[in-house]
């Protein structure tokens, strides 16, 4: 790769990670005015047009075909952008942003066990110790070194609620695969549409039922900045920007660029005056350790599959 476009790729690609990673910070204060569900509903009610029209510009008419996959296309799209975000944010509410970001950068080693579990392809060996050493990070993460705290459900609830939000969205991502010839920008568009409706559809259930209420317009006018990060940089430019790196780098490559996600989140939050244990510290280092050890490992161990498995990846 031509070393300008090696730069574009990083570039993107820590820009989506960092952009990641302050979302968090500016979501946490956010929710205390406008709850996860209407929250979202906003966020990718807009970002939804924003993708619909980059795609009618870049592609066309002919690229909103669905091809009979109307039922794929909503579920994926119910997963990954109403499942992640309505369970992420409503858990965010209950934590903190750091442990967001830490659990979010779990998500790499979380596919390499669903696909495990579902494909029946296991893990090296260093993927499976890597998996230990960063659930040993995320559990000082969450507890900051108690771990009493394990016990006490109102602690951790938000934290489980995070880890399956990012479970939903490792289910999305696998899903790409089955549309593999569409172009990123497609897939993210045609899943973002029907997914919304999804978001539209809990968000009405549970209003109607009084679990949360319509934001008033003060409450709107007030975060109001915070809102247009989270469409604009957290949804649009983040995304793309992270479908565009790993294109040009490489999964493999990429994937490495998930860890300024908690370093970006935990640099925001000294910058806010924030302060964290050691625990906290130690453990949010073993999960970007774990990454990097099972990153590194799984690119030396790529030429040697290479002569068996052209193309695998």
Request: one cysteine or more; hydrophobic letters at 60%; charged letters at 5%.
């Amino acid at each position: 790769m031509p070393r300008t476009s090696l730069f574009q790729a990083m570039g993107l690609l820590l820009l989506a990670a960092v952009s990641w990673g302050g979302m968090f910070q500016v979501a946490k204060p956010l929710l205390a005015q406008v709850d996860a569900f209407h929250m979202t509903a906003i966020r990718y009610g807009a970002a939804a047009f924003i993708f619909a029209a980059l795609l009618a510009y870049r592609e066309g008419r002919a690229a909103f075909s669905l091809e009979g996959n109307v039922g794929l296309l909503w579920l994926y799209g119910s997963l990954g952008f109403a499942g992640f975000n309505l369970l992420a944010f409503t858990g965010l509410a209950h934590s903190r942003p750091e442990h967001a970001a830490v659990i979010m950068a779990l998500m790499p080693l979380m596919t390499a066990l669903v696909n495990w579990g579902m494909r029946g392809i296991r893990p090296a060996s260093h993927t499976l110790f890597a998996i230990v050493l960063a659930l040993t990070g995320v559990v000082l993460v969450v507890t900051d070194g108690h771990l009493s705290a394990l016990t006490v459900s109102g602690q951790i609830g938000g934290d489980l609620l995070l880890l399956l939000g990012a479970l939903c969205w490792v289910f999305y991502t696998l899903g790409a695969a089955r549309f593999a010839h569409w172009s990123p920008l497609r897939y993210t568009t045609l899943t973002c549409l029907p997914g919304v409706l999804s978001i539209l559809a809990a968000t009405a259930a549970m209003t109607r039922l009084g679990h949360i209420h319509p934001p008033t317009m003060t409450a709107l006018q007030g975060g109001l900045w915070a809102l247009a990060y989270m469409v604009v940089i957290g949804a649009v430019i983040a995304v793309l920007s992270w479908n565009a790196g790993i294109r040009k780098l490489g999964a493999l490559n990429g994937v490495l660029f998930i860890n300024f996600v908690p370093v970006s989140a935990f640099v925001i939050g000294v910058l806010l005056g924030h302060h964290f244990g050691m625990a906290e510290l130690a453990g949010a280092a073993l999960v970007i350790l774990a990454l990097v050890f099972n990153s590194l490992l799984s690119q030396r161990a790529q030429p040697r599959m290479a002569g068996g498995m052209v193309g695998a990846r």
